[in-house]
């Protein structure tokens, strides 16, 4: 699993810590605000169970991009695209990643199905996002696997960040800017919702069953 450095798990909890102290909530007219998928540190992963094993697969840095557009002080209308480059799926042995990414499953030598997106249709969030404060939300969007699309309503844990000049100054080499959004979510589907047979390795069968995370930061355009 890709980890922040350490320097940046340091700035995101002195943000938190800051948060509720030193920056006033947002304004009931704020504007829909661009915020840009950063790729360095963002990551999706899938687990799926064989019967030897938990199979995990991440991708991780440019396999990951995206852009959201939201409205701080109304974050329900929040749109946006997040995809995944699943020619960059890694899950630690490369005979199976080349069988999973073969014509049989993922397909990914055709343009077509090189992508996994997500495209964000609305959240259920509990008020506005507000500096350093941690919001659970029901990101309810459409998942696109091989060119079949399946809605889904994932389950979210939303933060948003404000950083001071000081902080920007120190971070933007990371490629911070002054808003930032953390979104770490969780969400189900199968190889069969998108078209495919349920894999075998060895003759022995997965799972149907694929469980879906992602830890996504997103920083304003």
Same mark, same amino acid.
């Given at each position: 699993?890709?980890?922040?450095?350490?320097?940046?798990? *340091?700035?995101?909890?002195?943000?938190?810590?800051?948060?509720?102290?030193?920056?006033?909530?947002?304004?009931?007219?704020?504007?829909?605000?661009?915020?840009? *998928? *950063?790729?360095?540190?963002?990551?999706?992963?899938?687990?799926?169970?064989?019967?030897?094993?938990?199979?995990?697969?991440?991708?991780?840095?440019?396999?990951?991009?995206?852009?959201?557009?939201?409205?701080?002080?109304?974050?329900?209308?929040?749109?946006?695209? #997040?995809?995944?480059?699943?020619?960059?799926?890694?899950?630690?042995?490369?005979?199976?990643?080349?069988?999973?990414?073969?014509?049989?499953?993922?397909?990914?030598?055709?343009?077509?199905?090189?992508?996994?997106?997500?495209?964000?249709?609305?959240?259920?969030?509990?008020?506005?996002?507000?500096?350093?404060?941690?919001?659970?939300?029901?990101?309810?969007?459409? *998942?696109?696997?091989?060119?079949?699309?399946?809605?889904?309503?994932?389950?979210?844990?939303?933060?948003?960040?404000?950083?001071?000049?000081?902080? #920007?100054?120190?971070?933007?080499?990371?490629?911070?800017?002054?808003?930032?959004?953390?979104?770490?979510?969780?969400?189900?589907?199968?190889?069969?919702?998108?078209?495919?047979?349920?894999?075998?390795?060895?003759?022995?069968?997965?799972?149907?069953?694929?469980?879906?995370?992602?830890?996504?930061?997103?920083?304003?355009?």
């Amino acid at each position: 699993m890709r980890m922040f450095p350490r320097a940046i798990r *340091l700035m995101s909890a002195t943000i938190l810590f800051l948060g509720g102290v030193a920056l006033p909530p947002l304004p009931a007219t704020a504007e829909p605000i661009a915020f840009k *998928l *950063l790729s360095n540190y963002s990551r999706a992963t899938f687990k799926t169970d064989a019967q030897l094993e938990t199979i995990v697969g991440t991708t991780a840095g440019p396999g990951v991009t995206g852009a959201v557009t939201v409205n701080l002080a109304k974050p329900q209308g929040a749109t946006g695209i #997040i995809r995944i480059d699943l020619t960059t799926l890694n899950s630690g042995v490369a005979k199976r990643d080349a069988d999973m990414k073969g014509p049989e499953y993922l397909d990914t030598a055709n343009e077509a199905n090189r992508y996994a997106v997500f495209e964000v249709k609305g959240v259920e969030i509990a008020g506005p996002l507000e500096p350093g404060k941690e919001l659970s939300a029901k990101v309810t969007g459409v *998942l696109t696997i091989k060119g079949k699309p399946v809605e889904r309503v994932v389950d979210a844990r939303i933060t948003y960040l404000r950083l001071t000049p000081q902080e #920007i100054e120190t971070y933007k080499r990371f490629g911070y800017t002054e808003d930032v959004l953390r979104v770490r979510a969780t969400f189900d589907t199968t190889f069969t919702n998108h078209g495919m047979q349920i894999p075998q390795y060895l003759f022995l069968k997965v799972a149907n069953h694929i469980q879906l995370e992602t830890d996504l930061t997103l920083v304003r355009q």
